[in-house]
């Protein structure tokens, strides 16, 4: 064995009224890496990836990781534990500061128990005392590594098993590379050793004393032979690589995939006991995953992100949300999660379109085909507000309201149409449809009031607050009758003051003929007629002529004001 290596080196309702669904995208569009990489291999290449991957983890998850207490992408409050055991491992680490390695190491397995725990810290604790007795103190850094070695491999491991928890070792004595070089960082932190971990694709070890002997503590060989990938997830990496930016478009032209690929997935980093702890959760996701236990895999990349925030974990976080999301039917709150958390993964290939499909279908399910509105509203409440990002927030809230909307209107329940096809409209003023329903909704609302006023009153409130609603025919032509009709009641009141005041306000709104306004043509003719014959009894002929050809103006082929103008020549 080469001197300071120090290890074990053996194999181990009607068409005109009835409105469609929105044009834009309802159904969700694919999660362009996952569909890139596991879709597109066999199931045996899938097997081959897990064993690898499982065997040692794939251990440089690092580029460019980040302290957690900083990061956005997972917050403690939502992480999912698995035992009681595991929560309170997690609470007295992060909210109490007792840093206790053993039981964060201990808490990946979900059976493990404080009596357990306390057995196993015990036999630990016992251990280290033996370390730091005099006897192990005399010893020079090389031999004092040696000996601490040589005896946690004959106290602990028996076996070398690839995909193992560290309880493992205190119970049948198996490990793997992960587990046994927690347990010697454990031992040698609390005997004040320095040391780094190393890690990289498929090994993970030790370096003890590092300024000075370099004492290498090898728990295992790293795995014999090699695993190749195919060209296609090499390529879909590099693809990812550079959508993410974490290689510029100069090296994405310069280098070829393989130098790429090579570069960034097998590039070796330095990790600390907590971010081992956060491969440990890594390699049970990574299991899990490879079983299609998507949620549980999920959860576990949670935790291992959360206590080692890195790009490579967060990449199989992202892959676990998309497979959920792949393959649920919305039918539990609880997926609105998974939509609000991958909104923040927007540096692993999701993307703006990849959620509003995601709502869109949950739209499709839940709204239309299920008729649930008490589901909709919850997913639509908790997403929208765990969303920070507000143009996305108005896309989610656009489909919301207009689909509301539309669902209201069909069921001709028009007032609760109104107040949601106004949200839509105001979020997309310029939308045709939104427009289209929103004015369709007033229109129905109010079309029928007997109080022409009201109705103008309340017309002129939804045109001072959207002004361009004038330029919609429908609503124009409501508030146009409206005028009109109101103008020949005051006639017909011998309000004659109030009569010729809205005849002004009619011709100043609509000051030339439009031939989409024809609902209003009969509006118009007893409007005029009744101008007409006011002066007409008074006897001015001459005023009462105007009139009638002011109203042909805007209905020139009406037989009642041609007949009533042949009358009066």
Not at 4 to 11: A, E, L, P, Q, R
Not at 101 to 126: C, G, H, M, P, W
Not at 218 to 244: A, H, I, M, R
Not at 403 to 432: M, S, V, W
Request: aromatic share 18%; proline share 3%.
């Amino acid at each position: 064995m080469p001197d300071g290596v120090i290890g074990n080196t053996s194999d181990s309702g009607s068409e005109e009224s009835r409105f469609e669904p929105w044009s834009g995208n309802l159904t969700k569009t694919p999660y362009p890496f996952w569909n890139g990489i596991f879709t597109r291999l066999n199931p045996n290449m899938m097997k081959k990836i897990s064993i690898i991957l499982i065997s040692c983890f794939i251990a440089n998850v690092s580029l460019f990781a980040e302290d957690s207490e900083s990061d956005s992408l997972v917050y403690y409050h939502e992480l999912t534990f698995s035992s009681q055991f595991e929560e309170e491992a997690f609470t007295h680490f992060f909210e109490l500061g007792n840093q206790d390695y053993i039981a964060l190491f201990l808490s990946v397995n979900s059976d493990i128990d404080f009596e357990e725990f306390k057995r196993i810290n015990k036999s630990v604790q016992t251990q280290i005392l033996i370390y730091n007795s005099p006897h192990y103190q005399k010893y020079k850094e090389t031999k004092k590594i040696k000996k601490i070695y040589n005896s946690v491999h004959e106290n602990y491991f028996k076996k070398y098993v690839p995909n193992t928890y560290f309880t493992d070792i205190f119970s049948t004595g198996e490990y793997n590379c992960v587990t046994a070089t927690a347990l010697y960082g454990i031992i040698f932190d609390k005997l004040k050793i320095p040391f780094t971990i190393k890690e990289s694709f498929s090994h993970v070890f030790l370096i003890a004393y590092p300024n000075s002997n370099s004492v290498l503590v090898e728990t295992t060989n790293p795995l014999k032979g090699y695993f190749v990938f195919n060209s296609q997830f090499k390529s879909n990496y590099v693809d990812y690589l550079k959508t993410s930016k974490l290689v510029s478009d100069e090296e994405y032209k310069n280098e070829s995939t393989d130098e790429l690929f090579d570069e960034f997935f097998y590039k070796e980093k330095d990790v600390n006991l907590k971010e081992l702890a956060g491969l440990l959760y890594y390699n049970k996701g990574f299991e899990l995953l490879g079983e299609k236990k998507y949620k549980d895999a999920f959860h576990q990349f949670e935790k291992s992100y959360f206590l080692y925030p890195s790009d490579r974990i967060g990449f199989f976080l992202t892959l676990s949300a998309a497979a959920i999301l792949d393959e649920c039917d919305y039918s539990d709150i609880k997926y609105a999660d998974y939509i609000y958390k991958i909104v923040r993964y927007k540096n692993f290939g999701i993307n703006d379109d990849y959620i509003i499909g995601s709502f869109g279908q949950i739209t499709h399910e839940i709204l239309v085909s299920q008729s649930n509105n008490q589901l909709y509203d919850q997913f639509y409440k908790k997403i929208s507000e765990n969303i920070e990002d507000e143009e996305l927030v108005k896309e989610i809230s656009f489909i919301y309201n207009y689909e509301k909307g539309r669902i209201c209107y069909n069921q001709f329940k028009y007032n609760d149409a109104l107040k949601y096809t106004e949200k839509a409209f105001d979020i997309k003023p310029n939308h045709a449809d939104a427009q289209s329903l929103f004015v369709m909704s007033v229109i129905s609302n109010y079309s029928d009031l007997n109080d022409p006023q009201e109705t103008i009153e309340i017309l002129n409130l939804y045109s001072d607050k959207h002004p361009g609603l004038m330029d919609n025919f429908r609503f124009a032509q409501l508030k146009y009758s409206s005028i009109l009709i109101l103008c020949y009641q005051y006639f017909c009141l011998n309000d004659i003051d109030k009569a010729f005041e809205y005849l002004d306000i009619f011709e100043k709104a609509y000051p030339k003929r439009d031939e989409n306004f024809v609902v209003i043509e009969q509006f118009i003719v007893n409007a005029y007629s009744s101008a007409s014959a006011f002066y007409f009894v008074k006897g001015n002929y001459s005023e009462a002529r105007k009139y009638l050809n002011k109203g042909l103006e805007y209905v020139p082929n009406n037989f009642e004001l041609k007949n009533r103008l042949r009358v009066l020549k």
